[in-house]
């Protein structure tokens, strides 16, 4: 299997290869290398084997020359034997294959070859024809004529050359023989020269040539192919890579320009278009957080604003009901303690302990009765509407006297107060009573949860990133559970005991902060206390400019 695997990959780098640019640019030039030096090396041979050629003939020819002038001197003489005697030595020489002398009616008068002496040469041979192709034999036979190339049965090639004997005025004079003048030709000298020693040269010429041929296009295949694996296929490979990587998301990728060709313009384009890229996703990223970031702020803003009506359609609700309710409750409650105060004198004045029991269900009527009645004065306040009066405060100064006005409830149950003001708190535009009506609430609510004495803290500080001053309060109570939290500054919720409070401190607190462009936050761990932050804009903050516009047409709930 792991075979298998290899081999496809294997197969998939030589296909990937075989398809790549510098792969069809090699074949290419090696191609066409092949073709040209093949076509200039047969050239050459061809140019090689026909300058041998000549020269074998023109040797041939000369030998031919040779042999008529040497038997020319013996035929004017008519010494038949020297005749003889000098064709069989020079028909021993290397490279003679056969020398014979025929007339022209093509009787071999003289043969190193004494076989065929006084025999007739076939004059449709190779050695007549030429001159005797046509109606009347050629009394001059031009020189390629004279020449011919046969096979003996061996295999060996042969060339024969033709060289006419012409009846010379020597020969025509001669005493010992005498031809007409009319007879231009005489004989015929036929010489067969060996070409083995020529085609052996050829031979090796060809078989050098074509080795220098194939080196050289072995070694220029070579060059070209490191030539363009230098300067072709390693660029397109870097180009490639790049793409790759670009591709697979790394935005910004660079690559390595060292060149001033085509493919140098073509990878400072590719490293422009990268960094253009990357530029345009960071743009996007950016603005996809930065619409991201506005869309919850405005979401959150909506959400703010909503829950803000809400409450405020709800403490408008609650305060109509209150009022409408402390109105029609507070008339029969003051007749229900009147009467209760005038039964309680007339028995009173009767001094008869038989009614000490009556005057006491009556100190309980009076004494719930005044409780309803605070209850429906409280529901009057809650309902009333007041307006603020801003003017540029010291919270300082105002948690100083929240602190005085409850120093001795701590003392008295056994808390310790620590203060921790911020010497040159900038001036906080608002209604001091109502901040101070705030703090007071949350420093009574801190008491009542530490019924055995504990630890209060007071701050003051300033906001480095926002102009604002916050106001902590903290206590290291019994804390609050975390399924209340939610419902805290809702009106009329209350942990205290019954008989202890309304629940509408918070809520009337929350109302105030609120009108102020302010917030109040809360965090507590159940056994570990409560913080509370009251954080409110400082003077020429943006708010303070909606806060003066509303000063004097909002409405509010304070606390009593």
């Not at 020269?193 to 080196?215: N, P, V």
């Not at 909506?302 to 409750?329: D, P, W």
């Not at 309980?364 to 307006?387: D, H, M, P, V």
């Not at 008989?499 to 056994?527: N, T, Y």
Request: hydrophobic fraction near 40%; aromatic fraction near 6%.
């Amino acid at each position: 299997m792991r075979l298998s695997v290899a081999g496809k990959a294997i197969t998939k780098s030589w296909l990937r290869v075989a398809h790549s640019i510098s792969a069809k640019l090699v074949i290419l030039l090696v191609g066409l290398m092949a073709i040209v030096f093949g076509f200039l090396g047969y050239l050459n041979i061809r140019l090689q084997r026909q300058q041998l050629e000549q020269s074998t003939l023109a040797s041939a020819e000369d030998i031919s020359d040779v042999i008529k002038n040497s038997a020319s001197y013996y035929m004017l003489r008519n010494q038949r034997d020297g005749l003889y005697h000098t064709i069989l030595d020079i028909a021993h020489e290397p490279g003679i294959v056969r020398i014979r002398i025929f007339n022209k009616e093509g009787l071999i008068s003289f043969s190193s070859d004494t076989a065929e002496i006084d025999t007739f040469v076939d004059k449709r041979a190779e050695a007549c024809y030429r001159c005797h192709s046509q109606t009347a034999p050629l009394a001059r036979l031009n020189r390629p004529g004279r020449f011919r190339t046969y096979r003996l049965a061996s295999g060996q090639r042969v060339l024969g050359i033709i060289n006419p004997i012409e009846n010379s005025p020597e020969c025509s004079n001669a005493s010992c023989h005498v031809h007409p003048a009319s007879m231009k030709v005489l004989g015929v000298l036929d010489t067969d020269l060996s070409l083995a020693d020529a085609d052996a040269s050829i031979a090796a010429g060809t078989r050098r040539m074509l080795f220098y041929t194939l080196l050289a296009i072995a070694i220029i295949s070579l060059l070209s192919a490191a030539f363009v694996w230098r300067v072709v296929n390693r660029p397109l490979k870097t180009l490639t890579d790049g793409t790759e990587r670009l591709a697979a998301g790394r935005l910004g990728y660079q690559l390595d320009v060292r060149s001033q060709d085509e493919i140098a313009d073509l990878a400072r384009s590719f490293n422009t278009m990268s960094s253009q890229l990357k530029d345009a996703r960071e743009e996007i990223t950016e603005w996809g957080r930065t619409l991201e970031q506005r869309v919850d702020e405005k979401t959150n803003q909506l959400n703010r604003a909503h829950e803000q009506m809400l409450r405020v359609v709800k403490m408008a609700s609650i305060g109509k009901l209150a009022a409408i309710v402390a109105h029609e409750i507070n008339n029969p409650l003051a007749g229900i303690l009147t009467y209760a105060k005038l039964l309680k004198k007339q028995f009173a004045r009767e001094n008869d302990k038989k009614y000490d029991e009556a005057i006491a269900s009556l100190d309980l009527i009076e004494s719930e009765s005044r409780r309803c009645g605070e209850i429906t004065k409280n529901l009057l306040t809650f309902s009333r509407a007041a307006s603020m009066n801003h003017e540029p405060a010291d919270l300082n100064g105002v948690v100083d006297r929240c602190s005085r006005l409850v120093r001795h409830q701590l003392d008295l149950q056994n808390i310790r107060l620590q203060l921790d003001l911020v010497r040159d708190l900038p001036p906080v535009w608002c209604d001091p009573a109502q901040i101070e009506q705030v703090i007071l609430a949350l420093v009574v609510n801190a008491v009542a949860a530490m019924p055995k004495g504990g630890t209060l803290s007071l701050h003051s500080r300033q906001c480095d990133t926002k102009p604002q001053v916050e106001i902590v309060v903290q206590d290291n109570g019994t804390g609050i559970p975390p399924e209340m939290l939610s419902q805290m500054f809702e009106p009329f919720f209350t942990t205290k005991e019954r008989g202890h409070g309304l629940g509408l401190g918070l809520a009337i607190s929350r109302m105030i902060v609120e009108r102020h462009q302010g917030r109040i936050d809360v965090k507590s761990e159940p056994g570990r206390g409560t913080v509370f932050t009251v954080t409110l804009p400082i003077e020429g903050a943006p708010a303070t400019a909606a806060v003066a516009k509303h000063a004097g047409g909002s409405h509010g709930r304070s606390e009593t």
